[in-house]
């Protein structure tokens, strides 16, 4: 099968080339193009003078076609009248939307004060932002609306949000502006309608991927979705989880260890770090819409998936492990509540527990997290009151909290506290570390730093992100950061390090006057607390529960302490699956997928909720805080450090898309702000920050390798550029050298996969070593194509991309092959990364065709020489070009011509016949990669088929003979260097042939081994021809002969006029003279091929130095006749030749 069939309905309109449809990925049906979906363009006439005028007042005038159902109706319109040229040049737009969704009635009249011809549109539909369908008013008569922006009909629009929304925007339905085509291409292109915008536009977030397109739709589709705004959404939240268990249960264990001064230093260290932190997230999250996702959704937009996923997956786990920590931190204040062992109200003690301390804790934590989870699942909605609530009993915690510290009772003295004091004050100022030290502490405290992204975690939720995690997370911040630092130095002004509880430890008066410690000074001995062996069960230093003592009321700490521990748990419980929900939609991991349905109106994470729960319930019972606390802390450090390198890396890439609206950041604070996460990460607990690094690590090879289908324009992206353009500038300032010489190869492929063998092999020493481009000629008799060519670069981009083929492909329009080629070999490339090399295939058919396609082919060499690049042919005796067989050198061979006139009933039957012949068939990629089942391959195809693989497979043993008979510089020494070098080919040895006298043919070896040896090049052996310039066998001479007749001008048989007119017209003719004056020159061909037969018949390839015709002497034929003679019936042979400038050197 040479070619694809056409259909034979078809066949007598094969040669209209007007518009072509281009078959690639399915026939478009017949109808409306995507672009006819919204208006179709027609002549609309203008009469002359004012009665031309009153009458365009007429809806009715200038109807050319009435839209109904989605379809357009021509009828018969009145483009040719008196319009004239100016009617040409103006356009009608007619809408095909349905009528009944006209945004008013077909019957309604005219809007009032509007001139004709004016669009009436809703103004919803230009400037809406918030949703909704979007509706346009038509006249009354036809329909048809214009857009009069600038006095003239046009249907340029003007600028509109509705444009610049996602395909599936849950904020607003997208519009889509008149594409270019639609502005700029002749007329009766535009009414055919078979011109179709590129294939590839930029992807800047206008595309989504399924599962986000999916979620967009139901986003917009449903009914009473809960939004938050950034009081109740961020602020909120955040406060609740920063004031966490570590406010009332372990901020004054903090201040007895790091004394008042450190503890400040603690909250501050915590405070600066997020935020700055903060401010990156207000960076990021209001340099466009902000979906659900919080970190992760940040961070992959930001830095790529790989970073994303990787920061994604353990951000939330970190968050689920979060819960636990917390749930735990509520069960050790209830099984405080239970035992009464050490309470002042009840010195006797009551045990209340089930079963001991630690499994009461896990019975407790269990059963709350249950109970979580029930709040969770029922909705945001609910969880939301339920953080209210909790934020109210806090806050009056807190303030139960001061208001007791300016209250002094006599009977609370005996536990440490004895009100405001200097003396107290003084004493707790310094630190008094007991088996911690300043950094063990400062992990135990900072996990109630890490609340800060709980509004971001739920950014999918919120009414506006933009706005509400700057200004809530920022706030939230600053007001905890006071409240801690409150608290710190409040604790450690009223209460004592150690204190016994006992009202009978005081000391008379006449022994205050030797006190040395603040509780003497106050009539309290607890001096007995100094001594190891003795532990008092008071003070900072050793009750957790020290603040309740001195609040107002001792149940509000304790009510205080549930709801900071159950409000922080309960956000930690919504933000794990809502990130990892985030995480499963975008596929980067797909065996998670399953965790990214949703359900109901708000599309809650059920499975995500159960996964949650297990991993929570998991740590819950280890129930011990001070273990759980620092697991968690260098996971939500990692999630930091990124968000702030996020901030660092997209303003260092200098994008033009990064724009945040939030300025109050900087980007060398951001880079600080993640060294400094990176450095608290090794404080805290360097083993576990090794292993965070490691599973990071792990999971960005794992995304990398995997290569997830998403392009998200990330700042990853962006530095790749600009560091690229920077480097590209910077070479093109240096010169070049010959240790740097590297076979930069323009390669005619053609389209890349109509010449594997060629494209592999020059691949194969170009890959990690120097540039390669696929050149492309597209010749043609009609007119060019340039949205079909950029659609093809576009498309045969991606083909190589997949093939992994490190290669550009660059298609150009020209009149003939040589034109085309001298385009390429002028403009191909930029700066230092030109091509330098010029590889072609050998043209096997020479003789079978037109001679002046030889002459064509053999000024393609003279072309490149005069540019001064190098030129390769790559002969294989089977042939090159495979896409006969294929059907893929010219993916548009499956191309008919549509126009208005064509016929309908032809336009069913190629349907027919295209869904029999290529989705029957498994779809165009058979129509593509392989021949028809019932066109079975001849047995030429099929050796053809299995030459093109042969330098795709692992070569075996054997041998690269390189004949270096001419030194053009060394680059037909090179390349098979190169080749060796690489996993294919490194079982082959290089053979070197070349020419000598007989008589000096060891010295000859010697010289060439000494050559080769300084080059640094390994050989296997050097063979020198001395009988190189023996004459050939007279059979072979003969052949020759025979070969080049039909192409002789023989000019002495004819009058000398004639001979040149013939010479004129035929510039490829062989003339006798000379024939006769390169007699010896074509004598060495054929010997040579006489020796290369006998030589390297069994090697796997073979280089040899191409021979020079001298231009404007040497004829085509006569120059083809060499090539041919010299290379044929051989094992895959390349002939080379530099360009006579040094690229080996052996100075270093």
Not at 142 to 155: A, C, E, K, S
Not at 782 to 791: C, D, I, Q, V, Y
Not at 1118 to 1140: A, C, T
Request: net charge neutral; proline share 4%.
């Amino acid at each position: 099968m040479s070619s694809s069939p056409t259909p034979p309905a078809l066949e007598g309109n094969a040669a209209s080339e007007s518009v072509g449809l281009a078959v690639d990925a399915g026939l478009k049906p017949a109808g409306p193009t995507p672009s006819q979906s919204r208006f179709q363009v027609d002549l609309v006439t203008e009469a002359a003078g004012a009665a031309a005028a009153a009458h365009d007042k007429s809806p009715n005038s200038d109807a050319s076609t009435i839209p109904t159902n989605d379809k357009a109706t021509p009828v018969a319109d009145g483009a040719d009248g008196a319009g004239g040229d100016e009617g040409k040049s103006r356009f009608r737009v007619v809408n095909f939307a349905d009528p009944s969704e006209a945004g008013s009635p077909l019957d309604a009249g005219p809007a009032e004060g509007l001139q004709n011809g004016d669009t009436v549109m809703s103004e919803t539909s230009l400037h809406s932002s918030t949703g909704g369908q979007h509706h346009y008013h038509y006249d009354t008569h036809t329909n048809t609306y214009y857009l009069r922006t600038f006095g003239h009909n046009t249907i340029d629009a003007v600028p509109n949000i509705d444009f610049y929304r996602q395909t599936a925007a849950p904020l607003g339905e997208k519009l889509i502006r008149p594409t270019l085509s639609e502005l700029h291409d002749e007329l009766d292109k535009v009414r055919c309608g078979a011109e179709e915008p590129f294939d590839d536009g930029f992807a800047n977030g206008e595309e989504l991927s399924p599962a986000e397109e999916a979620a967009a739709k139901e986003a917009a589709e449903s009914k009473g979705v809960v939004k938050f705004g950034w009081i109740k959404g961020v602020l909120v939240r955040c406060m609740l989880n920063i004031w966490g268990v570590m406010l009332f249960i372990r901020m004054s264990w903090i201040v007895g260890q790091s004394g008042i001064v450190l503890s400040c230093l603690i909250v501050l260290m915590a405070t600066v770090v997020t935020t700055i932190t903060g401010l990156s997230t207000s960076a990021i999250a209001t340099n466009g819409f902000v979906r659900g996702g919080g970190a992760y959704y940040l961070i992959s937009r930001s830095l790529g998936p790989e970073f994303g996923g990787s920061i994604g997956l353990i951000f939330a786990f970190a968050n689920a492990v979060a819960v636990a920590m917390y749930v735990v931190g509520f069960a050790e204040t209830v099984v405080e509540v239970l035992s009464f062992k050490h309470n002042r109200f009840c010195p006797k003690g009551v045990d209340a527990l089930m079963t001991d301390e630690l499994n009461d804790i896990r019975i407790i934590g269990t059963i709350t997290v249950i109970l979580l989870l029930g709040i969770s699942v029922a909705g945001m909605e609910w969880e939301a009151k339920a953080q209210i609530f909790l934020l109210f009993v806090l806050i009056t915690a807190i303030i139960n909290y001061f208001i007791g510290s300016f209250i002094t009772v006599k009977s609370k003295e005996s536990y440490g506290f004895f009100g405001y004091d200097s003396a107290i004050m003084m004493e707790n100022m310094g630190p008094d570390f007991r088996d911690e030290t300043f950094f063990s502490v400062f992990s135990i405290f900072f996990p109630a730093a890490t609340g800060i992204l709980a509004g971001a975690n739920i950014s999918g939720d919120l009414s506006d992100p933009q706005l509400a995690i700057p200004k809530g997370t920022l706030l939230a911040i600053l007001v905890t950061g006071i409240v801690y630092l409150g608290v710190a130095i409040s604790t450690g002004a009223c209460i004592v390090r150690d204190a016994t509880g006992s009202l009978n430890d005081t000391v008379s008066s006449m022994f205050m006057a030797n006190c040395t410690d603040a509780a003497c000074k106050m009539g309290y001995d607890f001096s007995i607390c100094k001594d190891p062996k003795t532990r008092c069960k008071y003070g900072l230093q050793n009750d957790f529960q020290v603040m309740s003592i001195v609040s107002g009321f001792g149940p509000i700490i304790t009510a205080g302490i549930f709801s900071a521990t159950l409000s922080s748990a309960l956000a930690s419980l919504v933000s794990a699956p809502k990130v990892f929900q985030a995480l499963c939609k975008d596929n980067i991991y797909p065996g998670l997928s399953m965790f990214a349905k949703g359900y109901g109106k708000n599309n809650e994470p059920l499975r995500g909720y159960i996964l949650t729960f297990c991993i929570a319930l998991a740590f819950i019972l280890i129930a011990k805080l001070n273990i759980i606390a620092p697991i968690i802390s260098n996971f939500f450090l990692a999630s930091y450090a990124l968000i702030n390198f996020s901030v660092f890396h997209a303003s260092i890439a200098n994008s033009p898309g990064w724009r945040p609206s939030f300025k109050y950041y900087n980007m060398w604070v951001s880079l600080a702000g993640a060294i400094l996460c990176c450095g608290v990460m090794f404080v805290i607990n360097w083993m576990a920050a090794l292993l965070t690094n490691a599973i990071v690590l792990g999971l960005y090879i794992y995304v990398s390798y995997k290569k997830p289908d998403v392009n998200w324009g990330s700042s990853t992206q962006a530095l790749t550029y600009h560091q690229a353009l920077t480097h590209t500038l910077h070479l093109s300032g240096v010169e070049d050298h010959i240790k740097n010489f590297r076979p930069q190869c323009l390669v005619m492929t053609g389209y890349p996969n109509s010449r594997p063998a060629l494209l592999n092999l020059v691949h194969s020493f170009t890959k990690n070593v120097g540039l390669m481009i696929c050149g492309h000629v597209r010749t043609g008799s009609r007119r060019p194509n340039f949205k079909e060519l950029g659609a093809d670069h576009s498309r045969f981009q991606r083909w190589l991309l997949r093939n992994e083929t490190k290669a550009f492909y660059t298609p150009v329009f020209a009149d003939d092959l040589r034109q085309g080629t001298q385009y390429l070999l002028q403009a191909a490339g930029l700066g230092r990364l030109r091509p330098n090399t010029l590889v072609f295939g050998y043209k096997n058919d020479w003789r079978d065709g037109d001679m002046m396609n030889v002459e064509t082919y053999i000024n393609m060499i003279h072309d490149a020489f005069d540019f001064q690049y190098g030129a390769v042919i790559l002969r294989l005796k089977e042939g090159l070009d495979v896409s006969h067989i294929q059907g893929q050198g010219n993916p548009h061979s499956l191309t008919l011509s549509l126009c208005p006139f064509l016929n309908y009933f032809q336009i069913l039957l190629f349907i027919h016949w295209y869904v029999c012949f290529a989705w029957g068939g498994g779809g165009t990629q058979n129509v593509l990669d392989k021949k028809s089942p019932s066109m079975p391959l001849n047995v030429s195809d099929q050796r053809l088929l299995e030459a093109s693989q042969q330098f795709q497979k692992k070569q075996g043993k054997g041998t690269v003979d390189v004949w270096w008979l001419f030194d053009d510089g060394g680059l037909t020494l090179l390349i098979p260097y190169l080749l060796i070098n690489k996993k294919r080919w490194k079982d082959c040895k290089i053979r070197v042939f070349i020419g000598g006298k007989i008589n000096r043919i060891d010295h000859d070896r010697r010289v060439m081994a000494t050559l080769l040896s300084k080059f640094r090049i390994d050989f296997s052996d050097i063979t020198v021809l001395g009988d190189i310039n023996t004459k050939p066998k007279k059979e072979s001479i003969t052949a020759f002969e025979d070969m080049i007749e039909p192409y002789r001008l023989k000019e002495d048989d004819m009058e000398q006029e004639a001979a040149e007119r013939l010479k004129n017209s035929e510039p490829w003719r062989i003339t006798d003279n000379e024939l006769e004056l390169y007699r010896a020159k074509t004598n060495r061909q054929v010997r040579l091929n006489e020796l290369l037969k006998e030589h390297s018949s069994t090697a796997n390839l073979i280089v040899m130095s191409m021979p020079l015709a001298r231009k404007g002497t040497v004829s085509s034929a006569l120059y083809m006749g060499w090539l041919e003679v010299l290379s044929q019936d051989l094992p895959p042979i390349l002939l080379v030749r530099g360009n006579h400038q040094s690229v080996l050197t052996f100075y270093s």
